[in-house]
């Protein structure tokens, strides 16, 4: 069984920054894909950015130059450093890890961390 332990998120002013981190515990087989989303209040979650083992990243249009991603394949750890944020950004923010090759819902999710930029 494969345990995520998600932290970070918080309150944050617009223009301010803030950090997630995942670290996934357990056997993860041959998982090398990892990657952040985030759900609106009514919404479908949609990516932010994912990274293929330790290098080919794609963010999303509207984060790219103010979210970096980081992460060790090998440690099995995530972070997501969130720089200028916007109100817009306001969501729930869920990491993931899994087989490139397999359906999201054969990933590893997080619980979950609520971010929240006030104007």
């Known amino acids: 069984e494969v345990q995520v332990e998600e932290f970070g998120g918080g309150t944050v002013q617009a223009g301010g920054t803030l950090n997630l981190s995942c670290t996934f515990v357990?056997?993860?087989?041959?998982?090398?894909?990892m990657g952040w989303w985030r759900q609106f209040p009514g919404k479908e979650r949609e990516r932010v950015v994912l990274i293929e083992g330790d290098g080919w990243t794609r963010y999303a249009n509207d984060v790219k130059g103010r979210f970096t991603v980081s992460n060790d394949v090998a440690k099995k750890t995530l972070d997501l450093e969130m720089t200028a944020l916007k109100p817009e950004d306001t969501a729930m923010y869920f990491c993931a890890m899994g087989r490139c090759d397999y359906g999201l819902s054969d990933w590893y999710w997080g619980q979950g961390a609520q971010v929240t930029v006030s104007s």
């Open positions: 357990g056997n993860t087989g041959h998982a090398r894909c």
